[in-house]
């Protein structure tokens, strides 16, 4: 993944490098400061996504500043 990603401050999807809005939430919160991601292949039985909130598949940034 490339590090030029966007990520969404509110619920953390990784996004495309052009986006304007989040293709998960449509915020307009986008940022390139994030470190480390998980890709969610199974929320409903994924403990990791149950901890971050998350109940979409994707890949998710753990740490955005």
Request: one cysteine or more; proline letters at 3%; charged letters at 25%.
């Amino acid at each position: 993944m490339a590090s030029n990603r966007l990520v969404c401050r509110e619920c953390h999807l990784v996004n495309e490098a052009d986006a304007e809005t989040c293709a998960s939430c449509a915020s307009s919160s986008l940022t390139e400061d994030w470190a480390g991601y998980v890709v969610i292949a199974h929320p409903e039985e994924s403990e990791i996504a149950t901890e971050m909130q998350v109940d979409e598949p994707g890949a998710y940034a753990l740490k955005v500043r």
